[in-house]
T-cell receptor, first 114, second 116 residues
């Protein structure tokens, strides 16, 4: 069975500061990992995903995440926050052995201060 | 092109009533998913369709919940004898169906269901 833990339901950063949103997963089989973002009054959209190959994954809007198997982590980072990054971010996992379910974390709301 | 659409955007009903929530996926997407999102939580998987068939319905909470996709496109989530605990945002997503595990899912805006 898979599970996802996002540390911190709320994160606040200043504009221009580093963004770090934490995600740890639990999976009995090799995982596929995703970050989705939900802007106010919009549907969820994919930021980036790890399937196979390079463990450092780059996504849209300058975000990237690194799959660290030894730490069972998939933290999301962005070097410099913009006001437009304010949104809710969800980490998710699916199984690499034909599983159909995507398991989402509880989400982290990012606030960006001017 | 058009994204995933869901109707209605909001639904208010009384306890015990029957409701239907509709999802129109992206044209050509064979995979369709339903999720439920409660306040302060991430989306919770309900059911997955590949074509017309439900490939995994293990997330449906009980037999009051049922979903269909008769022609492999539009899907309807049906809830009988609604309870206050069913209040949530119901999300629909679709994907190309190439790989259940790695496909990007494209989400609709959701239907907010309120049971009074």
């Amino acid at each position: 069975a898979q599970s996802v833990t996002q540390l911190g339901s709320h994160v606040s950063v200043s504009e221009g500061a580093l963004v770090l949103l934490r995600c740890n997963y639990s999976s009995s089989v090799p995982p596929y990992l995703f970050w989705y973002v939900q802007y106010p009054n919009q549907g969820l959209q994919l930021l980036l995903k790890y399937t196979t190959g390079a463990t450092l994954v780059k996504g849209i809007n300058g975000f990237e995440a690194e799959f660290k198997k030894s730490e069972t982590s998939f933290h999301l980072t962005k070097p410099s926050a913009h006001m437009s990054d304010a949104a809710e971010y969800f980490c998710a996992v699916t199984a690499a052995t034909g599983g159909f379910k995507t398991i989402f974390g509880a989400g982290t709301r990012l606030f960006v201060k001017a | 092109g058009a994204g995933v659409s869901q109707t209605p955007s909001n639904k208010v009903t009384e306890k015990g009533k029957y409701v239907e929530l509709r999802c129109d996926p992206i044209s050509g997407h064979t995979a369709l998913y339903w999720y439920r999102q409660s306040l302060g939580q991430g989306p919770e998987f309900l059911i997955y369709f590949q074509g017309t068939g439900a490939a995994d319905d293990s997330g449906l909470p009980n037999d009051r919940f049922f979903a269909v996709r008769p022609e492999g496109s539009v899907s309807t989530l049906k809830i009988q004898r609604t309870e206050r605990g069913d209040s949530a945002v119901y999300l629909c997503a679709s994907s190309p169906g190439t790989s259940q595990s790695t496909d990007t899912q494209y989400f609709g805006p959701g239907t907010r269901l309120t049971v009074l």
